[in-house]
């Protein structure tokens, strides 16, 4: 049983920071596009950050220069360290991951990946 599982939200205040975690058990081998993505009320969900088979990485404009995506192999952990948080940045935190050898600027685009997190809250107040 595939389980992604999100943990690192929470409340902070404008230029504040958070580190998001997502372990992944069960993932077939072969699942090596991973990326996170975020979901504010009322809008639409869009891919935060992307991170491929050979480890190429690729961010939204929105938050390049302040997030950084990072994977530990051995543990099967996905990071996003967010940094200079933003009002803007206030969402759902979802991890997801999908099959393939994909790019990082791939992964940042999945729309269906086949596997998703349950997602963790990010808030941050002005």
């Known amino acids: 049983q595939v389980q992604l599982v999100e943990s690192g939200g929470g409340s902070v205040q404008t230029g504040g920071s958070l580190r998001l975690s997502c372990a992944a058990a069960?993932?077939?081998?072969?699942?090596?596009?991973m990326g996170w993505f975020r979901q504010a009320p009322g809008k639409d969900r869009e891919g935060v950050a992307g991170?491929?088979?050979?480890?190429?990485?690729k961010y939204a404009d929105s938050v390049t220069g302040r997030f950084t995506i990072s994977k530990d192999n051995v543990q099967n952990i996905l990071y996003l360290q967010m940094n200079n948080l933003k009002p803007e940045d206030t969402a759902m935190y979802y991890c997801?991951?999908?099959?393939?050898?994909?790019?990082?600027?791939?992964?940042?685009?999945?729309?269906?990946?086949?596997?998703w997190g349950q997602g963790t809250q990010v808030t941050v107040s002005s």
């Open positions: 997801a991951a999908d099959g393939g050898y994909c790019s990082g600027a791939y992964a940042l685009r999945m729309t269906s990946p086949t596997y």
């Open positions: 069960g993932l077939p081998y072969n699942s090596h596009c």
């Open positions: 991170i491929g088979a050979r480890g190429s990485i």
